[in-house]
């Protein structure tokens, strides 16, 4: 039985990391989440450094509002998903993920290893949604510095 749950937890968050990592429609990326419980995203990082690091969006309304924050400052490409750690009996998962990303506003782009901490209910939907990231990028990013510090 424990098998069969890591399995079933894996499939979950492999299925969730696929749809960003084909830049799938938001909707189809709220599928995932758990209409059962209230739900959760948090992406760590101090709030001064960008508007969607450092707190705690909740609710259905809470967690679109952070993928549509997100969205209106970065963009990525060549996502992809490595190293799931699954912990059945907490049911969580935890995943290496890259991309390139860009501060829209500015055209700043930056290669970045991140990690999703997923936390799934029982019939395998998201209920926490955990992000550690290089916010430190983003906000050189934001500010158009980036670009000056690779150059050295």
Known sequence: MPHQKR??????????????????????????????????????????????????????KGVKEYFETLASYLSYENMKFS?????????????????????????????EIFTYVLAFDEDGKVVKYEVWADSGAAYLASKGQLDELKQK
């Open 7 to 60: 399995a079933t937890l894996l499939s979950a968050a492999e299925s969730f990391c696929n749809a960003f990592a084909s830049q799938k429609p938001l909707d189809d990326i709220l599928a995932h989440f758990s209409t059962r419980y209230e739900i959760m995203a948090h992406e760590h990082g101090l709030k001064q450094l960008a508007p969607f690091l450092g707190r705690e969006y909740t609710g259905e």
């Open 83 to 111: 190293t799931y750690v699954v912990d059945a009996a907490e049911n969580r998962v935890s995943v290496r993920g890259e991309a390139k990303f860009t501060w829209t506003s500015t055209g700043q782009s930056w290669d």
